[in-house]
């Protein structure tokens, strides 16, 4: 599967942006998808996940509240809606699909290019 981000840019702190991730080459029925984050300096982390038998979704505890991931099958799409946002949410963005279909963020095999968020204070 291929993936493309985007909906990044620069945003004044407590405002929101949406990011969406277009897959191609597969369909998303079976594959769990997530969104990864890397802030400068730091190691890419994943933030939030969303499974595709359950459709239970999972959020890292400095997201949650704020941050909604969604997916549409139909589409191919999953989008990370981003409120609120803090300076600390200033990264670069990436979406992720695991073909084992779980929300272990270690197993995650196909990403995309990666989208630039930055919050100013």
């Known amino acids: 599967v291929q993936l493309q981000a985007s909906g990044g840019g620069l945003v004044q702190a407590g405002g929101s942006l949406t990011l969406s991730c277009v897959a191609s080459g597969s369909k998303l029925d079976w594959l769990a998808t997530a969104w990864f984050r890397q802030a400068p300096g730091k190691e890419r982390e994943g933030i939030s996940c969303a499974n595709p038998s359950t459709m239970r979704t999972y959020y890292q505890d400095s997201v949650k509240g704020r941050f909604t991931i969604s997916r549409d099958n139909a589409k191919g799409t999953v989008t990370l809606q981003m409120n609120r946002l803090k300076p600390e949410d200033t990264a670069v963005y990436y979406c992720?699909?695991?073909?084992?279909?779980?929300?272990?963020?270690?197993?995650?095999?196909?990403w995309g290019q990666g989208t630039l968020v930055t919050v100013s204070s």
């Open positions: 992720a699909t695991a073909k084992n279909g779980w929300c272990d963020y270690n197993l995650f095999d196909s």
